[in-house]
């Protein structure tokens, strides 16, 4: 509808009904042509209707045009002459949103079509525990084609349903399941969302058990490599000097013969035998210290101030910290985490001493501690200006029993590790030789964050 034509149609059919009401009033007064009054009323009636229909014609098409919007019908076709007409708009804004529906129908598709072909298992579901999205991979998984709810996982695997109903956004989770009459490793990771005004949570299910197994063999490797050498070094000199006092106690035809001794002789066996012990004693406690590693006790959560901790810890190395005249930095200490703060303690401890050591050749030497909020995570950051670590020792850092410090266990670090493991958390580092050392430890946050 051209929007000047409008007009002069409106004020055509405007004069047209003057004209007729006029007559027909002049006729039925002044005239004794009756019958041709009622013509005139009625083409009267009919040019009103007309007018009418006309004016609430445009209202009609705007009523149809945004019907067809909210069902979603853009098949509608609207004929114009000008760019000026109505129905150029309508077409216009038609197309627009025809093209934006089905690029949104194609995006749903390639969406679809990427969660379908993963090799990851992806469940979503709402509130009412109902499963909204089930891929193949999750198919394949949990032996099933189709759940329409976590009840229905439970059934197969209570384990993992009780898992993660109880994960929280952002959390992972590592679940030993059997499945199928496999055993699976799955790594679970649980995010929360908000769409339409419905909240949902997204789980996948990736089985690392390939992964694992190789990391497991190459961690024995490493392991019994540094078992072996440290025993070697305790057992070959035992029994080398065993040999040798043996000798000294034997004949040349191998008969024991004491009589043999003199008092510088008596003294070499003495000797020979505390060595014996002195090294009996050190192999002793290197097995003990591998039994400590393996039996660490079972984290009691509770709420704990990181500022509260850091300061309590760096009480205990004030004295070392004036003696070696180390600068400690702590600019941003703030947070509360879920831990078990003895055990948290006994990490910050070794990773402070270990900056401690770390800058012995440093002129201005400084450890900075600081945390920092991470999605999800809270990251307490412990740092030195040191050296740096060489590449060598960085790929065996975290591997029981190595160490390059004289008379060092190599436990402290595995041992830390195993501690944030316990905590959901992890610890990390990230050294330059031109920067120094940071050692991360990443605490889990309870709060949940949705996706609006």
Known sequence: MEYKYFRWHIIARILLLLALGYSSIYVLTSTHFWLVSFWLILS????LVSL???????????AQFLLSIKQGDFTNTYHFKKKSDLNYAFHEINEVLK??????????????????????????????????????????????????????????APTIATTIVQMNHGEKALIKAQLNGQLYHLSVLATEFRLKEENFKLVSFQDIKSELDAQEI?????????????????????????????QMLKTENGSKDISRLDDE????????IETIESRSKGLAHFVSTYDRLTKIPKPKIAQTNIKTLI????KLFESEFKTRQITVETPNLTGVIQADSDLVEQVIINLIKNAIEALN???????????????????????????????????????????????????????SRQIMRLHKGQLTLDTSPHTGTVFTLHFPTRASAPIK
Do not use: M
Not at 44 to 47: A, E, P, T
Not at 218 to 240: A, Y
Not at 311 to 314: A, H, I, K
Not at 364 to 382: C, Q, R, W
């Open 44 to 47: 009267w009636l009919l040019v």
């Open 52 to 62: 009418i229909r006309y004016i609430e014609r445009s209202k009609r098409e705007l």
């Open 99 to 156: 093209e934006l529906s089905q690029e949104k129908a194609s995006n749903l598709l390639y969406l679809q079509t990427i969660v379908e072909h993963v090799r990851v298992a992806v469940v979503c579901y709402d509130k009412d525990l109902k499963i909204k999205l089930y891929n193949r991979a999750a198919q394949q998984l949990f032996g099933k084609k189709q759940i329409t709810s976590i009840k229905g996982i439970e059934s197969i």
């Open 218 to 246: 190459e961690s024995w490797q490493k392991l019994i490599r540094v078992l072996t050498h440290e025993i070697k070094n305790s057992v070959i000199p035992i029994s080398t000097l065993s040999e040798v006092l043996l």
């Open 265 to 272: 002789l008596i003294k070499d066996v003495i000797g020979g």
């Open 311 to 314: 300061n309590n810890t760096l």
């Open 361 to 415: 050749a440093s002129r201005s030497p400084v450890i900075t501690i600081s945390t920092e909020p991470l999605a999800g995570e809270l990251l307490l950051k412990i740092a030195d200006n040191g050296p740096g670590i060489p590449d060598e020792v960085l790929e065996n850092i975290f591997v029981p029993f190595y160490s390059t410090k004289e008379g060092g266990s190599g436990i402290g670090l595995s041992l």
